[in-house]
Structure formats: C-alpha cells, structure tokens
C-alpha cells in the first residue's frame, strides 16, 4: 500500500504522462501569443462571461519533454478544449488569426492544448448538465424503532425527500457523549444486490465487511444510513432490480438524471442529521465502497457541507468505463457529461475541502486513480487530496477501513 498527499507544487511525471517536445513547444508559441486564449485571459472587456479563464504554463517534465503541469495526458488537455464551454466562444474570438476552427499552428499541429486550466469544470456549469433537482419540502421526520446496541443507539428513522416521497434510513447514536458529535453519511455499495442497502452497512445483513457504519459509531461518530434509489426498502421491484432501470429511463426522457435524484436524497439526509442535537453541524463527513465510493466523490462536489469523504474503490472516470467488462452504472448516466468533463473534474470541485481516493491493483472500478490524482492535486491545499494504493481487488478491508477512519479523524476534528 502506499499514499499519496498533494503538496500542490509541480513534480516530474512518470514517462507515460510525458508529451512529444515538437508539438508542447508548437503549442507553447500559440499560448505565449495570445491566439488560444479566452477573452478573459488576454483581458477582452467581456471577460466576465466566460466561465473558465486562468491560464498556466507549460511546464518542464524532464528528457527535454514538456506538458502543462500535472495533467495526466496530452490527449486529455485536448480532450478538455474540444469538450469546453469556452471552445465556440475561443473560436470565434480567433476567427481572424485562424482560417479554421482547429487552431493548427504553422508547422500543422494540433495547438488547441492552450492550457488545462482554461477548461475546469464549475459547480454552476455541473448542475445544470445534471439537470432539475427534485423539490425540497419539510422532512417531518419520525422515529420507527430504537435500538440499544451497546456502545451506541440504533434507530430507524423516516423523512421526506420529496413532498410525495418518505424514504427510511438508519441512524447510529453513540453513547456517552458530552457535546454534539461528527456525523459520517455511510453509503451502500451496489454489487447488484438491489435487496440490500442501509441493513449493510448497520451490519444487520450482507458482507461484514460493508458494515463500516458501525465501526464508525464506535468510534463516536453519529451515523445516518439510508436506501439509495432502488435498492433494499426502496426497490419497489423486488425480486428484480428492474426498479433502478426504470428510475434512470423515466427521469431521461423528462430531460432529468437518476445522479441528480440521488444527490437530491443524500443532501436530505444531511438537512436531517443537521437537525439534530447530537451532531455538530458544521463536521459532516462522507464514505462509501463501489457505488458509494463513486458517491463519495459526487456528493462533495455537489453539497459543500460535506467536510471531508472517503472514496473506496469507485473512483473510476468515465472515459475508463466506455468498455464493455466495465460498463457505466446507471445512476451515472449524464447525457453529454464528456463535453463538460469527467471525475476527475468533478473531484476539483470538492478541493479545498478534503477527499481521499482509495484504490486497488486489480480493480477495474479503481482504473486511472493515479491520473485522476495528479489532474486534480492542484486544487487542493496540502494534505487535503491523497490517495491510497492497495493490493487486491473490488474489496474494503480491515486496513483500508483503518486508513478511511484515520482520515476522516484528521479532517473532521476541530471546530
């Protein structure tokens, strides 16, 4: 296992992420005359309506080789021009300095390069791909049942998320504390078991290795737990899993998302622990395996009251994902979300706040965690981004469940 902190200083990349020097250079005399720059960049009047204008340089990676800093890939900064709200506005712009839109320079190269930072994704821009969200309404909440499990309270709780949908979740209380306590959203995995959800990651069901939500209230941490769309008591299609099929297609064809709805409930479940006398409102945390893994990224990105979250196995992007042995889940069905950007877009978005991003070697759902790392690690103050490296494959073990808790320690003490 190792880690990995961002420091946000500038360091040698491994040689795959290095670029030809003939077209870095080319690209690099294009951005040094202005010609690929957004108005807002060369300081045009108009600036302000571009959403994305900083500009970096193109930094030295060693053998004579150049990139611009950090970015895991040439074609990805050029994958990122070509997909940028700015592109058609940068295009237009340039029109009498290039007879065409592909911005080639004199030695017929690709310039479109300009920058990776010209092109980062925004929370604004994010949302609206996302599509409407569901309306908020008052949760009038209720308790079911309680339950006493030694160092902590079990208690199933139910809330509305919508003004015609209650939905149940777990709650986990410790005992014994003297003042309002960090809370920890625990989410499920997916792993196609549709009749599972909240019941195991609270240990009541499933693989013991999922119930993180208890190890985490043993450590006086109040946990809420409740069901992601279609699984456990909101799969209304049991015994099938044809319930999460129909949530994705119908919100679709309405010009909405399945990842909008989620993110909707998650951010529920937080009015409602915010609600209560034993949380400290202000240290919210998130962690999750697999689908929740892929949440723990979204969900802090989205909701800026998420302080700090653990991404377990579930950090692949989706460029990762366009193979058929992987396949992209259907909660993550954004149309058009490639011309915007990708997860390792998104993760930016978390920074400053803290994320760690927890990988295996043998796990397709963590493909290109170190790439996601490297694009995103300027964003973040240090040691707010890391990433940790295991052996293994699609799994969540004793000692990744350590590293997980040890940081969420680190960034929701204080306050």
């Excluded at 302000?48 to 930094?59: E, F, G, L, Q, Y």
């Excluded at 506005?89 to 029109?95: D, G, M, N």
């Excluded at 044809?242 to 119908?250: H, I």
């Amino acid at each position: 296992m190792a880690f990995i902190a961002a420091t946000g200083q500038f360091e040698i990349l491994p040689r795959h992420h290095q670029i030809d020097a003939r077209r870095a250079s080319s690209c690099a005399s294009a951005l040094q005359s202005g010609s690929l720059l957004p108005a807002a960049a060369r300081g045009d009047a108009d600036a302000s309506k571009w959403p994305c204008a900083r500009t970096s340089a193109v930094h030295s990676v060693g053998n004579g080789k150049s990139m611009p800093p950090t970015c895991p890939s040439f074609e990805l900064v050029l994958d990122d021009w070509a997909r940028c709200p700015s592109r058609r506005l940068a295009e237009k712009t340039s029109a009498n300095r290039h007879k065409t839109a592909g911005f080639n320079s004199e030695d017929g190269l690709d310039c479109r390069v300009a920058t990776w930072s010209i092109c980062q994704m925004e929370r604004k821009t994010l949302l609206e791909i996302l599509g409407p969200f569901p309306e908020r309404c008052p949760l009038d909440p209720v308790t079911l049942d309680e339950t006493d499990c030694g160092r902590f309270v079990r208690r199933q709780v139910e809330y509305a998320v919508e003004p015609s949908e209650r939905i149940k979740a777990f709650l986990l209380i410790p005992k014994g504390a003297t003042e309002p306590t960090p809370a920890v959203l625990c989410h499920h995995q997916h792993a196609g078991q549709f009749h599972l959800g909240k019941s195991e990651v609270v240990g009541l069901a499933g693989d013991r290795e999922q119930a993180f939500g208890v190890e985490l209230a043993e450590l006086g941490y109040v946990v809420i737990a409740p069901d992601a769309l279609g699984f456990e008591d909101r799969n209304w299609s049991w015994p099938t899993g044809k319930a999460e099929y129909f949530e994705m297609a119908s919100r679709l064809v309405e010009g909405k998302t399945m990842l909008a709805k989620v993110l909707h409930d998650i951010s529920v479940a937080v009015d409602f622990v915010q609600t209560l006398p034993e949380v400290n409102s202000s240290r919210i945390g998130f962690i999750g395996h697999s689908y929740g893994g892929r949440m723990a990224i979204w969900a802090p990105a989205v909701d800026e009251r998420f302080r700090a979250s653990v991404s377990n196995c579930g950090c692949v992007n989706y460029k990762n994902s366009l193979v058929r042995e992987a396949g992209i889940q259907m909660e993550f069905c954004v149309p058009g979300i490639l011309r915007l950007g990708d997860i390792e877009d998104v993760v930016r978005l978390v920074a400053p706040r803290a994320i760690c991003i927890q990988a295996t070697t043998e796990d397709k759902w963590s493909r290109g965690a170190e790439a996601i790392f490297e694009y995103a690690r300027t964003a973040f103050p240090e040691g707010a981004l890391e990433l940790g490296r295991w052996p293994g494959g699609h799994v969540f073990t004793k000692e990744m469940r350590k590293a997980a808790y040890d940081f969420l320690a680190r960034h929701l003490a204080g306050y």
